[in-house]
């Protein structure tokens, strides 16, 4: 399958392609899909998904005991945003959420043969490569591919060397859907190098998706 290049003009989703400028690098291949990870797997030999939506869902998850959901103002993009020191800065162990709307992801890379849906196994690909592209972090590696909250997943981890707290351990995933792409990260607290026992299932096995009334479709118009 072809792969086509292309820009974003876009203001609103400035700080959102920020963060996710790891869809930008070169994609090449497909890897087979076996998700997990507690939930009911549906096994695939590559995942795919369309994003219809323009609007994003609305995620809910049970924040590990004694952490704070902190509240978000939509204009920094955040969807979803915990710590276990109530702060929005990587002072503690963290949880962060952020969607990639299906129009932005459109100008970035698309399947030139089917318009409109993705490879969840590309883009996982070629956001690792840009992780490890930057010599700052190290035991960059795929965790066990899985689904959440009925969707498809993939993730993988790393170790961030460059913070002026000491080492800070990171695990992302991303997440298709038809209200687009997901990014879930959960980092450790500063100077550890994994996460706290349990904390990444047992949050990704509660996350839900509710859509709002009125959400707009983008096939509509």
Not at 10 to 38: N, Y
Not at 46 to 53: L, R, S, Y
Not at 137 to 164: F, H, L, M, P, W
């Amino acid at each position: 399958m072809g792969v086509v290049m292309g820009g974003v003009c876009s203001r609103r989703v400035a700080a959102v392609l920020l963060a996710v400028c790891g869809l930008a690098v070169s994609l090449v291949g497909c890897a087979p899909s076996v998700p997990g990870g507690g939930q009911t797997p549906t096994v695939v030999s590559t995942a795919t998904f369309t994003p219809t939506e323009r609007d994003a869902d609305v995620m809910d998850a049970d924040a590990p005991r004694g952490w704070t959901v902190i509240p978000q103002d939509p204009d920094p993009g955040m969807d979803y945003l915990a710590s276990e020191d109530g702060s929005r800065g990587f002072t503690a162990a963290s949880i962060r959420a952020t969607r990639v709307p299906g129009d932005v992801m459109y100008g970035v890379v698309k399947f030139a043969d089917e318009p409109g849906t993705y490879s969840l196994d590309v883009i996982a690909k070629a956001w690792r490569s840009q992780i490890e592209y930057h010599g700052d972090r190290r035991d960059v590696s795929e965790v066990q591919r899985r689904v959440i909250g009925g969707s498809e997943a993939r993730g993988y981890s790393y170790v961030e060397t460059a913070g002026k707290n000491g080492d800070m351990y990171y695990e992302v995933w991303l997440v298709g859907r038809h209200d687009g792409l997901w990014r879930i990260t959960l980092t450790s607290a500063p100077g550890q190098t994994s996460l706290p026992e349990g904390l990444a299932d047992e949050f990704l096995d509660s996350i839900t998706w509710t859509t709002p009334a009125g959400a707009t479709s983008s096939a509509s118009g």
